[in-house]
């Protein structure tokens, strides 16, 4: 973004590379996605002694196991998602940008669903925990659906990367608050204090994703101005040129001789349609 060039949305490389070109231009993104989905689907499908069993054989049947259920589909949605992307950078003729950011905005739709849901029978920590991850969640379904309409939007992207950092990190923190907290013990559900002070560290988050953020746009900001000092300079020295759909129709001429400019004149006019 510092050079204004766009290179989240490069055209699919080209097929006739050789092999380790169209390795190195794979979409690893999507790549890690699928692999992450797939890992953690089969991790949930084994965790349970008894497996994954849908429903009792008791009458009348009960669902079995709602949060792992809930769980398994939210990890299949990550593999499907890393699928869409290795499809749309690698496997179709151009890569559909669109696609991409439609599927993205979709399973966030469909994450917010299953969050809303997780949380019933839920209090005191583990409700305080999900609430706030709801409220990154659905601000970021929010900036999605909005990009599907401007997907160039500079502030969006940010908005977006900052979005996911806050997820990741605040993900990290609830499984040691929930399921193996720092000090050894469990938080307790009827303290206020713990209450508060979850509240207390996802503000912490936010202050150190968005210095985190800050901190990647001035080194890089300090390495462009290093290594490429006079990119402005030769963009600004170059003749400048008017365009049309098939490429540059003329390019301003330096000052030349008077005698000079009537040969360039004559010769424009007889070119000319």
């Known amino acids: 973004m510092i050079v204004n060039d766009s290179l989240l949305y490069s055209a699919c490389p080209p097929r006739n590379k050789g092999i380790?070109?169209?390795?190195?231009?794979?979409?690893?993104?999507?790549?890690?996605?699928?692999?992450?989905g797939s890992i953690l689907t089969v991790y949930v499908v084994f965790c349970l002694d008894d497996g994954m069993v849908f429903v009792d054989r008791e009458v009348p049947p009960r669902f079995m196991y709602p949060k792992e259920w809930q769980h398994l589909t939210m990890f299949i949605l990550l593999a499907l998602n890393g699928c869409v992307d290795v499809m749309s950078n690698n496997l179709l003729p151009q890569r559909c940008v669109l696609l991409e950011k439609g599927t993205v905005a979709l399973t966030f739709y469909v994450l917010l669903m299953l969050l809303v849901s997780h949380v019933q029978g839920s209090a005191g920590v583990e409700l305080q925990t999900h609430s706030l991850l709801i409220m990154v969640v659905f601000l970021m379904m929010l900036v999605l659906t909005i990009q599907l309409w401007a997907p160039d939007a500079v502030h969006l992207s940010l908005i977006e990367t900052f979005l996911f950092l806050m997820m990741g990190s605040w993900l990290v923190q609830v499984g040691f608050i929930l399921y193996r907290p720092v000090s050894g013990y469990p938080w307790q559900?009827?303290?206020?204090?713990?209450?508060?002070?979850?509240?207390?560290?996802?503000?912490?988050?936010?202050?150190?994703?968005?210095?985190?953020?800050?901190?990647?746009?001035s080194i890089a900001s300090l390495w462009h101005r290093c290594h490429s000092p006079s990119w402005?300079?030769?963009?600004?020295?170059?003749?400048?040129?008017?365009?049309?759909?098939e490429g540059p129709v003329y390019e301003l001429l330096p000052e030349v001789e008077p005698s000079e400019k009537d040969e360039q004149a004559l010769l424009l006019s007889e070119s000319a349609p």
């Open 20 to 36: 380790w070109a169209g390795l190195w231009k794979i979409s690893y993104g999507g790549l890690i996605k699928m692999v992450t």
């Open 189 to 217: 559900d009827d303290d206020i204090s713990d209450i508060m002070f979850i509240t207390t560290f996802f503000c912490w988050h936010v202050m150190t994703n968005a210095l985190c953020l800050l901190g990647i746009y």
């Open 232 to 245: 402005k300079l030769t963009a600004s020295t170059e003749a400048p040129y008017y365009m049309s759909p």
